[in-house]
């Protein structure tokens, strides 16, 4: 999917069928294999363009709604569940993974239905077979999104078209400048592991004491003496030092970085 690659429903996306273990493989892997190298190009010479019309509207008034955070590339996520997991994918991770994907146009009260109820162009829940890519085997939404996350994770997710298909669209139900909403859940990290911070800068969720006194403390900062500080922090990355105070030292780089992307937006 991605950047890279997606299908549409009729068709298996992301890796071999075979990784799939769908008791469909047999009948339609060899035609799957040859769309999904055709759909991969278009992905890879679709993707600049703005957002149309009616996917921006979407965005401006989703934007609003409660427990949807937008990051400073304009992607838009909510989370639907939270996982127990410890840990990010690495870039380069594969991910086993269940999703579902449409359009305001396809599916126009998609956030208020359950999955199953829409008009996708996509659904591994309906295959019933979850699947397998990495973060840097798909679109751009999803290659930010899924090293944000952590097994377990289900989220719901709506992608600009700059970060998905552009004015190529991909097949006959993604039209060019189409925003993608997905509901989609990580159930297992099979590759390189990175720990995870859940420290919520907001509402200081899953912060420890050490981490809600410094957020507290740098939320009184300036955004340049934050600027600075992160400047400051990553350049004794590179000092020796034990492993306690090298994590804490990343967690607090993470934490201002949380708050700089607040500053951009």
Same mark, same amino acid.
């Given at each position: 999917?991605?950047?890279?690659?997606?299908?549409?429903?009729?068709?298996?996306?992301?890796?071999?069928?075979?990784?799939?273990?769908?008791?469909?493989?047999?009948?339609? %892997?060899?035609?799957?294999? +040859?769309?999904?190298?055709?759909?991969?190009?278009?992905?890879?010479?679709?993707?600049?363009?703005?957002?149309?019309?009616?996917?921006?509207?979407?965005?401006?008034?989703?934007?609003?709604?409660?427990?949807?955070?937008?990051?400073?590339?304009? /992607?838009?996520?909510?989370?639907?569940?939270?996982?127990?997991?410890?840990?990010?994918?690495?870039?380069?991770?594969?991910?086993?993974?269940?999703?579902?994907?449409?359009?305001?146009? /396809?599916?126009?009260?998609?956030?208020?239905?359950?999955?199953?109820?829409?008009?996708?162009?996509?659904?591994?829940?309906?295959?019933?077979?979850?699947?397998?890519?990495?973060?840097?085997?798909?679109?751009?939404?999803?290659? $930010?999104?899924?090293?944000? +996350?952590?097994?377990?994770?289900?989220?719901?997710?709506?992608?600009?078209?700059?970060?998905?298909? %552009?004015? %190529?669209?991909?097949?006959?139900?993604?039209?060019?400048?189409?925003?993608? #909403?997905?509901?989609?859940? #990580?159930?297992?990290?099979?590759?390189?592991?990175?720990?995870?911070?859940?420290?919520?800068?907001?509402?200081?969720?899953?912060?420890?004491?050490?981490?809600?006194?410094?957020? $507290?403390?740098?939320?009184?900062?300036?955004?340049?003496?934050?600027?600075?500080?992160?400047?400051?922090?990553?350049? +004794? +990355?590179?000092?020796?030092?034990?492993?306690?105070?090298?994590?804490?030292?990343?967690?607090?780089?993470?934490?201002?970085?949380?708050?700089?992307?607040?500053? $951009?937006?």
């Amino acid at each position: 999917f991605g950047s890279r690659h997606f299908v549409p429903p009729a068709v298996e996306a992301f890796p071999p069928r075979a990784a799939q273990r769908s008791p469909r493989a047999s009948l339609t %892997g060899h035609r799957g294999a +040859m769309q999904r190298c055709v759909f991969l190009l278009l992905a890879l010479l679709g993707g600049a363009a703005g957002t149309n019309e009616v996917g921006q509207k979407f965005l401006d008034e989703n934007a609003k709604r409660p427990g949807v955070v937008t990051l400073p590339s304009g /992607l838009q996520y909510k989370v639907l569940r939270e996982g127990d997991g410890e840990d990010h994918p690495t870039v380069g991770a594969p991910c086993e993974c269940h999703y579902a994907g449409t359009t305001p146009s /396809l599916t126009p009260n998609a956030i208020d239905l359950d999955e199953a109820e829409w008009s996708e162009f996509d659904s591994s829940y309906k295959r019933g077979s979850s699947t397998s890519f990495a973060p840097n085997q798909v679109i751009k939404g999803w290659t $930010e999104a899924m090293q944000l +996350m952590v097994e377990g994770d289900k989220w719901e997710m709506y992608i600009p078209s700059d970060l998905g298909y %552009g004015e %190529g669209g991909s097949g006959a139900k993604i039209k060019g400048g189409d925003v993608l #909403i997905f509901r989609m859940e #990580i159930l297992q990290i099979k590759g390189e592991k990175k720990p995870a911070d859940k420290c919520d800068i907001d509402s200081l969720a899953g912060c420890n004491d050490k981490q809600k006194a410094y957020v $507290e403390k740098q939320k009184k900062a300036t955004g340049e003496k934050r600027k600075a500080e992160i400047k400051r922090l990553e350049g +004794m +990355m590179g000092g020796e030092m034990k492993a306690e105070a090298k994590s804490w030292l990343m967690s607090r780089i993470k934490l201002l970085k949380k708050l700089s992307s607040k500053d $951009e937006l």
